[in-house]
């Protein structure tokens, strides 16, 4: 199997587990999972999902899928969903969200530290 192949299949399992994860805890739970570690782990879930079509080294990567979650938090404070008629129900409006908080900006920083940091040690592996 070659090494494109293994990146291909290993982001795209670990967006399986977290897209899986993503789902229990929309589903399942409330409170600070809900409210924080869903919004973390997003970040990485679009990264990963990103990684299976490109696997090229891109070290600009993971903040432009920071700045995405940070766009999508501009678009919740601007109540773009009201102003052009997107129904807050629809997939469309639950991906966009409905209310803008600065705490979930921290929570997609922390989500961006933690793919630098999974990058950091896959690449240390990689050199030993």
Known sequence: ???????????????AALLAAEVLIGKYAGGFVRD???????????????????????????????????????IQYGNFCDRFGIDRGSILGIMLGSVADWRDVACYVVGVSLIYAAECIANKQQRD
């Open 1 to 15: 199997m070659s090494v494109t192949v293994k990146k291909r299949l290993s982001a795209a399992c670990c967006f």
């Open 36 to 74: 924080y570690l869903g919004d973390v782990l997003v970040i990485p879930l679009i990264y990963c999902f990103i990684r299976i079509f490109y696997v090229r080294p891109a070290a600009w990567l993971p903040a432009a899928v920071g700045s995405l979650g940070i766009l999508a938090e501009v």
